[in-house]
């Protein structure tokens, strides 16, 4: 078995066995990223010096019987975690020249944990997209299908897991950016509850909604990651101080019993059919593990993405204030005055989706339209919550469609705003609501691959992960890889 095929639980435990050496892992892969990632461009930066660093002090702590369980195992990040010494772009010309100067909680817990950094990834700008065609530096495309789009906004590390360029990465969920690249590009990805994952030193979009997670092969993997990922940090006012279960060891329970509810709300005219039919195999397939399966109705739930599409500018219009020309980022050439200044450094560095998305928060934040836009919102937002809060009275988890279509053509959606926003119609309402999400590949349309979503509530990751997994052990869709990155 080739060591890009094995998932990261596997490669873990060859490490373990000493079959290969850290160095000899990171080698490995930073070859397969010098010779495919031209053709998908799910990098931004490669690490290469300080991944082969990594690795050599991950064999050494390994000799002295100091290595942990994720030891030597090589990772990416999105680009939108600030690593210490190392280009901290989010996609963005307003950042290009940024070099973060000190680490991500969630880049130094992994740091810890042992794991090599072999770079960043492309990203859709400020995280601000649904297919990664925003970037500065262009679009990723889907190792599945060259032509199509992988999905966004962590498009990058999505391509770029999927492609087996890397074994594991993480990514940032504030609509469905790691679910809906999960679900388009045939890998599972996480978003745990809101707080469960530091924030601390991950650029922010919309605060209220941004949640770090990972995009692995398997429920195994994210299960694995995230571990050494989640739990309190005194640094982010939002984090949760709310014990972190041990979601490896939990991933054995049993479906047998657990209830399930499929969201009526997500088998609408807007599903496409062939997408929808392999769902339903998927769902058909885990009422044959031994969960009930009901029909559950979230009626508001329709309304996440006008909702989305309020909240989400607003904190980001108040977000990206900051980006000035005046302390770091991009500073235009010769400013005649202050205004000049902020006028042009602003509209040089900021792209044309990011505008779109400031002038819109601005504008619903503004004296005689709050009341009307972003207050009516934030009241439709607690209806959404309290649909989720009868749901999970009734059951486990709930099941759905990740992505009404498979992947779709670069250029395709790019120039119509609101049907590129209706690609993230069944992933919102999570962020919306706080709750822990994940997709799971189950099937294909064509060569393209198709999503399962599993929705748990507050702090259920472990349920998630178990279901995913359980379902997992039944398919191997996960498994497969695209033609020619095998």
Request: charged share 15%; with cysteine; hydrophobic share 40%.
């Given at each position: 078995m080739s060591l890009h095929t094995r998932s990261l639980a596997e490669l873990a435990a060859g490490l373990r066995a000493k079959e290969f050496s850290a160095v000899e892992l990171t080698r490995h892969f930073l070859a397969r990223i010098e010779q495919a990632n031209a053709g998908l461009n799910a990098f931004v930066t490669v690490t290469a010096e300080r991944a082969l660093a990594d690795a050599a002090r991950a064999d050494a702590a390994r000799a002295a019987g100091r290595a942990g369980p994720l030891s030597g195992v090589p990772l990416a990040h999105k680009d939108i975690f600030c690593t210490d010494g190392i280009k901290t772009s989010c996609g963005s010309r307003m950042l290009d020249n940024f070099v973060a100067p000190y680490d991500a909680t969630v880049v130094e817990r992994l740091a810890a944990a042992g794991t090599v950094l072999l770079g960043k990834t492309n990203m859709d700008e400020f995280a601000m997209g649904s297919s990664n065609e925003t970037s500065y530096y262009g679009p990723v495309r889907n190792p599945w299908d060259p032509a199509t789009v992988p999905g966004g906004s962590s498009g990058g590390s999505a391509a770029a897991v999927a492609a087996r360029l890397v074994p594991v990465a993480t990514g940032t969920d504030t609509g469905g950016s790691i679910r809906q690249p999960a679900a388009l590009v045939g890998i599972s990805g996480i978003k745990p509850t809101y707080g469960r994952v530091s924030r601390y030193g991950m650029i922010a979009f919309a605060s209220s909604l941004d949640q770090g997670g990972v995009l692995a092969p398997s429920a195994e993997d994210c299960a694995l990651l995230l571990g050494a990922m989640a739990g309190f940090d005194p640094r982010d006012s939002t984090s949760v101080d709310v014990p972190v279960p041990d979601y490896a060891a939990g991933l054995a329970t049993s479906l047998k019993g657990v209830k399930l509810g499929v969201l009526k709300e997500f088998f609408s005219a807007g599903l496409d059919a062939a997408t929808g039919a392999r769902v339903e195999a998927a769902i058909a397939q885990l009422r044959a593990l031994g969960a009930d399966v009901v029909e559950v109705s979230c009626p508001n739930l329709p309304l996440s993405v006008p909702t989305y599409y309020v909240v989400a500018p607003a904190e980001c219009s108040s977000n990206l204030s900051r980006f000035d020309g005046v302390r770091f980022g991009h500073r235009c050439q010769g400013p005649k005055d202050l205004l000049?200044?902020?006028?042009?450094?602003?509209?040089?560095?900021?792209g044309a989706e990011v505008k779109r998305r400031i002038m819109t928060g601005t504008y619903v934040l503004s004296a005689g339209y709050y009341d009307a836009y972003y207050l009516k919102a934030q009241k439709v937002r607690s209806l959404i919550n309290a649909d989720f809060r009868r749901a999970f009275a009734e059951v486990d988890l709930l099941v759905g469609p990740t992505s009404p279509t498979p992947a779709f053509a670069i250029g395709a959606k790019v120039d119509d705003?609101?049907?590129?926003?209706?690609?993230?119609?069944?992933?919102?309402?999570?962020?919306?609501?706080?709750?822990?999400?994940?997709?799971?590949?189950?099937g294909f349309v064509g060569n393209l691959p198709v999503g399962l979503q599993l929705i748990g509530p507050h702090f259920g990751e472990a349920r998630v992960l178990a279901a995913a997994h359980a379902y997992q052990c039944e398919t191997d869709f996960h498994r497969r890889l695209p033609a020619g990155f095998a």
């Open positions: 000049d200044l902020y006028k042009r450094s602003r509209g040089e560095g900021f705003p609101i049907t590129m926003y209706l690609n993230d119609i069944y992933t919102i309402g999570a962020n919306l609501a706080g709750l822990p999400a994940m997709s799971v590949p189950c």
